[in-house]
Nanobody, 126 residues
């Protein structure tokens, strides 16, 4: 049974930084692409970033490009989202997701991900 547990959310001022973590368990982490998505109040969940199973390929949404970075540590079964220069519009619940097929690419499509974490709240004050 795959489990994803996010942590690292919180309240930060605009311009600040946070690092989210997603710890995975239940299968061989290094074989599966991972992604981060977010959902702001009253809005649909949207893609933030994705990373390939080996970590060599990443994909970042245009709205966060240059500010957010996704990395993974396969030895620790953890994927991270480093968020810099945060803006109030980054306020959302952030979700970690994992693909169900081994060695598939990290995409921006929610339907490609079979496993989801419970989410962690990020609030950016102006």
């Amino acid at each position: 049974q795959v489990q994803l547990v996010e942590s690292g959310g919180g309240l930060v001022q605009a311009g600040g930084s946070l690092r989210l973590s997603c710890a995975a368990s239940g299968r061989t982490f290094s074989r599966y692409a991972m992604g981060w998505f977010r959902q702001a109040p009253g809005k649909e969940r949207e893609f933030v970033a994705a990373i390939s199973w080996g970590g060599g390929s990443t994909n970042v949404a245009g709205s966060v490009k240059g500010r957010f970075t996704i990395v993974r540590d396969n030895a620790k079964n953890t994927v991270y989202l480093q968020m810099n220069s945060l803006k109030p519009e980054d306020t959302a619940v952030y979700y970690c997701a994992a693909r169900g097929s081994p060695f598939a690419s990290g995409t921006g499509y929610q339907a490609d991900y079979d496993y989801w974490g419970q989410g962690t709240q990020v609030t950016v004050s102006s």
